[in-house]
């Protein structure tokens, strides 16, 4: 079996084409190098004339769990609250077998799209127990070769003191079955700094990364990242800790939110951005100066921590909409979090990727060959546009390929010559 691939004529940023020689699952050269290579004469070859070549991209924070429940679950007043009564009155119908069906529809279309690592948080809790957590269990073995799929036990409130027995209880079981890392949402608790801190004992009493739900509400007196950046500290959970959403650090004056963004990158936590479903339940309780459901992205990264872009919900309760798609959740840091191209195209591939623990990858040499091919001039283009007509790699192997086919009819093609 010939382990060698040779991508050619593939547009890289910067400007102009080249030739990428995979062997092994990396890249092992690049231009005239990887033409010359002796082994490029009997690799695989594939013609990536008009493509941009790019790193592939991460998911850090699905449900996939909820994936395409929308219809089944709907949510008249579209505000959180309103989406979590949604969810836990269809908890009924989501057996394992249901579960597991819509999550894997879910991320066959996110390897499509070009996500080759995806972190997804599964409820655990009265009502659903742990068999979300347990179907996701079988599908990241299913996937395994393809996506690499975390699994976050997202544990319901409470979970401090006496009333959070029950729930620790089916946390501790679903870490047996096998939940790559602990989550929760405290702000959803009685005691939400107690939460914090039971949850973080639990990441480190179980060796497990911590990845929290956290300040989802434009209540900007609802702060507990301070706390989350000290209870990390203390236990040395550096570069092992996540803080999903934070959207009230946005609404915080200037000081503030350099002080706690400092805090956070001391701490070595990572900050998950979730654009697209802050954007959709936050601030309706305000039809005027409605404020933008979202995290100080510019202040957070200019403090250094690491931001990751998320597309959370994927037509479920909390957000009928979602396409499952990287450039989505980049165009969307791009209207709403002013990021540059660049920058919001860093946040769904790099930070992304190192918000999950994993190294880089990249078309460059050495690097494994997790790579997504859009038929695009260039990284504007990819974002504005977001082509389906995309090639994805895994360890350099073709994992995916959309092909889409425009046909103009030939009268109106003669009124526009
Ligand atoms: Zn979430």
């Known amino acids: ?154 544990t319901a409130a409470p979970v401090a003191g006496a009333a959070g027995r ?25 005691n939400p700094h107690a939460a914090v801190r039971t949850l973080a004992e639990a990441a480190d009493e179980a060796g497990l990364p911590l990845d929290l739900h956290l300040d989802e509400t434009t209540d900007p007196d609802m702060l507990t990242l301070r706390r989350f950046a000290d209870e990390v500290a203390r236990r040395g959970l550096h570069g092992r800790a996540t803080a999903s959403h934070c959207v009230s650090l946005g609404q915080q004056d200037p000081a503030t939110c350099r002080e706690v963004s400092r805090a956070l990158a001391d701490a070595g936590i990572a900050v998950v951005t979730l654009p697209q479903t802050n954007l959709y339940l936050q601030g309706r309780a305000e039809p005027t100066r409605t404020p933008r459901g979202l995290t100080a992205v510019a202040a957070l990264r200019a403090a250094g921590v690491v931001v990751a872009g998320g597309g959370d919900n994927w037509r479920d309760p909390f957000n009928p909409l979602g ?13 709403a979090a002013h990021l540059p191209v660049a920058d919001a195209w860093e946040s769904v591939t790099a930070h992304a990727r190192a918000a999950l623990g994993l190294p880089p990858v990249a078309p460059a040499v050495g690097s494994p060959a997790d790579l997504l091919a859009i038929r695009a001039a260039d990284l504007d283009e990819a974002v504005a546009a977001a082509s389906e007509d995309r090639i994805v790699l895994r360890g350099g192997r073709v994992v995916a390929r959309t092909r889409v086919i425009r046909d103009i009819v030939p009268a109106l093609e003669g009124q526009l010559t």
């Open 1 to 154: 079996m010939i382990d060698h691939v040779l991508l050619e004529r593939a547009a890289i940023r910067g400007g102009g084409t080249t030739d990428v020689l995979i062997a092994g699952g990396r890249v092992a050269a690049l231009g005239a190098d990887a033409a010359a290579d002796p082994r490029a004469a009997t690799a695989d070859r594939l013609d990536l004339a008009g493509y941009l070549l790019l790193p592939a991209a991460a998911e850090p924070h699905a449900h996939l769990d909820k994936a395409l429940l929308a219809r089944r679950a709907p949510n008249p007043s579209g505000d959180l609250d309103g989406a979590v009564t949604a969810i836990r009155s269809a908890y009924a119908t989501m057996d394992e077998a249901d579960v597991r069906s819509r999550a894997t529809e879910a991320l066959h279309t996110a390897l499509a799209h070009g996500y080759t690592a995806v972190r997804s948080h599964a409820d655990v809790g009265e009502g659903i127990g742990v068999r979300s957590v347990r179907a996701l269990a079988d599908l990241r073995e299913n996937a395994a070769g393809l996506v690499d799929l975390q699994i976050v036990a997202l």
């Open 166 to 190: 029950h729930n620790r209880r089916l946390l501790a079981e679903a870490i047996e079955l096998g939940a790559d890392v602990v989550g929760g949402a405290p702000a959803l608790d009685p």
């Open 323 to 335: 396409r499952i798609d990287p450039f989505e959740t980049a165009s969307l840091l791009v209207a």
